[in-house]
Structures are given as C-alpha cells and as structure tokens.
C-alpha cells in the first residue's frame, strides 16, 4: 500500500499567512489558461479529464505556451504557479507578504495577476496567482509540474469530482450557487448530500470517529486523511496504526508520522466510509495557518469513496453514487 517511506501531502498550500516581502506582478491580456482536453458542453459547462499521480487529481493545461500538470487543490486558496516554469517578469509593485505551509513556511512566495483566465469558453478576470518554489513537489513526483488550482478559481464553479470516470465537471453558478446551465449536467442521480462551513477557503464539515463527534477539513491534494493525535482516545481506537511514514510539505519541511487505516468514519446516518489510508499527526500549526480547529482532513481517500460535488455559494456537498459492477 505504502510504496515507499517519503510521500506528499499538499495541505497548505493553501494555509496563507502573509508577512515577507512580496512582488506584483502582471500577466497581459492575451496571457491565459486553456485546457486543451476539456469537453465544452456549453457556455457555463465543461469536462476536464484527469489523471491521478499517486493520489493527487491532476489535469493538463496551457499557460503562457508552456502545456504541464496542474493538480486540484480544494484546500489551496489562490492559483499558484511553478516558479521553476514561470520565471518573474516585469515587476509591478512590493507588498509585505509571507505563504506559510503546514510544515513550515514557504520561501519566497511571489504574486501575479491573471488579467483573464480562460477555459475555452469560461473567462475568469482579474485573478491572483501566487508564484512559488514547487520543485521538489515535481521532482518527487516526476512530472512536469505547471501549478495548482485552488478555491479562488474553483468557487464560481459547482465543482463534480468524479474518480470513477476520472473527470471534472464544472458548472458556472451565480452567487447564490444556482447553476446557469438549466441542462441536466449530470446522468446519475444525486442520492445524499450534506452542509459545510467554509472558513476563509477551507470546507469545513462535522463528522463522527467511533460515533465521537469532530470537525474534519475536505481537501483534495491531502493524499491521505488526517487525524489529530489529540483526538479523544475513543475516536483514536478506530484508528489502526500500520507503519511510519515522513512527509513532505509545500515549503519543502519533513515531519515523521504514524500511519494506518482509520475505521468508523461517518458525517450523518445516511453517509459513512470503509477503512481509509491515514496518517496521525499534529495538526496544531495547520490549524493555526488556516485560523481553524480541525480534527481531522479527508482527502484522496474521501473522494475515492464519494463521487462528489462541490457548490462554494450555496455551501453544500453533494454525492452521486458509485455503480454497482455486476459480475
């Protein structure tokens, strides 16, 4: 299961606390995004294939004549770019700012901003991107790493994570979280569904652990799941340790952690989990990066298990079941 002893958890990066010096910089109108593998379905809708590497959700993309990988982050709050592929142009203005990751901090971090975000027919305005060092994320990896995209691209979108069919959906909504594609987007049925609350950037859900309740962060780029090792030592009996495992974080930091398989997850009667891939760690410092207080995170194992769909405005999760194979 566990491959080898160095894996990735990309928690942070959306985890932004600023206070370093930082550089403005500017992309020009005819600089865009486009995703060349995308389905357009119509003005508001579109499919995007993914690929999974290991467990992070991972589409192809074309910016400033460059065609990479860009991972899905629900927990990242901007987009951010490879500075190792998108070298610092023309400088507009300093401001005072540091990026703070879960492990530690982020060197570095520069800032651009997207005059136009564009996916075919979608066009995002005025779009900030932060720049930073993701290197050693490519390099472990080994795959031509472009950027992430975060919650400020992804919240005008209902969002459908589909890792049966390897697919994203996204469907623009208005601010209210109505769809304005008035087509039926999805072929399955939607069977449950659940409320969140989103502190700054962060899906934030309530859930039980052995039928204790906590408060789990969702996050896409998490490839395993979470668990605070301060947890009620009930909740923690559900958690079965394995081996040690050291991560890696977005600013390059390691920590070494316990991991295992965590049972008797549920986040109401009608929706609960098999055993899950986690790892039991500290999450002091993230909860202080992301001004929360998370017992946990459900990350790749969660949306492996629930075929889910996000909608920002309205604050709600969604899920479709996955189809039964008959033999």
């Known amino acids: 299961m566990y491959k080898t002893l160095t894996t990735i958890i990309i928690f942070l990066l959306a985890a932004v606390n600023y206070a370093n010096t930082v550089y403005n ?4 109108e005819k600089d865009n995004i ?31 004549n460059k065609k990479g990988n860009f991972i899905i982050d629900t927990g990242s709050e901007a987009l951010l770019l490879n500075k190792v592929h998108f070298p610092l ?47 050693h994320i490519e390099k472990s990896k080994k795959m031509h790493l472009l950027g992430i995209i975060g919650y400020d691209i992804l919240k005008d979108y209902e969002v459908f994570i589909d890792l049966h069919l390897n697919q994203i959906t996204l469907s623009k909504v208005d601010r209210y979280g109505n769809k304005l594609d008035q087509n039926r987007i999805y072929l399955e049925k939607i069977v449950d569904s659940i409320d969140f ?72 009667k009608t929706i609960y989990f098999g055993p899950m891939n986690t790892v039991l760690t500290n999450l002091h410092k993230m909860n202080q ?21 996000i909608n920002y405005q309205k604050e709600k999760l969604y899920f479709i079941d996955y189809p039964i194979l008959r033999q």
């Open 34 to 64: 486009t995703f060349s593998k995308a389905e357009i379905l119509n003005d508001h809708t579109a499919r995007i294939p993914f690929k999974l590497i290991d467990r992070l959700i991972v589409v192809e993309a074309e910016l400033l």
């Open 289 to 309: 990066a992301f001004g929360t207080n998370l017992d946990g995170v459900l990350g790749y194992e969660f949306f492996a298990q629930k075929r889910t769909i």
């Open 89 to 135: 142009r023309h400088r507009n203005k300093v401001k005072k700012q540091q990026a703070s990751g879960v492990i530690d901090n982020i060197e570095n971090p520069f800032e651009k901003r997207l005059q136009e975000f564009i996916l075919h027919n979608f066009s995002l305005k005025n779009k900030n991107s932060d720049v930073i060092d993701l290197s």
């Open 197 to 268: 609350k989103l502190r700054r950037h962060t899906i934030v859900v309530e859930g039980f652990i052995n039928d204790k309740k906590v408060t789990f962060g969702v996050d896409s780029a998490a490839e395993f799941n979470q668990i605070n090792k301060d947890l009620d030592k009930d909740a923690l009996k559900s958690f079965y340790p394995k081996k040690r495992l050291t991560l890696m974080g977005a600013g390059n930091g390691m920590i070494e952690v316990m991991a295992g398989k965590l049972y008797r997850v549920k986040l109401s």
């Open 25 to 28: 910089y500017a992309f020009s």
